[in-house]
């Protein structure tokens, strides 16, 4: 199994940044997939997460109306929509599903 997080950067407040999950070496299509985030000397919070056909999206209430995830079941990956970024918003993002993780993808809020 692999989770590969990409589009993380050093954004703006206010900003916007798309985070692409690619999956592999399961059945994605049969998963509940889930953003999760660990800002430095925090715990790993959930973000988002997604049911497996697309539909009931969950999200933190830190980052509703905010963020949105969505998902690409053709295409295997998950995506995670951040609007309006602010300061607090830095950390790294992690992919997720049952027991396994991605890398992480930093994502820095600065001016």
């Known amino acids: 199994v692999q989770l590969v997080e990409s589009g993380g950067g050093l954004v703006q407040p206010g900003g916007s940044l798309r985070l692409s999950c690619a999956a592999s070496?399961?059945?994605?299509?049969?998963?509940?997939m889930n953003w999760y985030r660990q800002a430095p000397g925090k715990e790993r919070e959930r973000v988002a997460d997604?049911?497996?056909?697309?539909?009931?999206?969950n999200y933190a209430d830190s980052v509703k109306g905010r963020f949105t995830i969505s998902r690409d079941n053709a295409k295997n990956t998950v995506y995670l929509q951040m609007n309006n970024l602010k300061p607090e918003d830095t950390a790294v993002y992690y992919c997720?599903?049952?027991?396994?993780w991605g890398q992480g993808t930093q994502v820095t809020v600065s001016s």
């Open positions: 070496g399961f059945a994605f299509s049969l998963y509940t």
């Open positions: 997604i049911g497996n056909a697309g539909g009931y999206p």
């Open positions: 997720n599903t049952i027991q396994f």
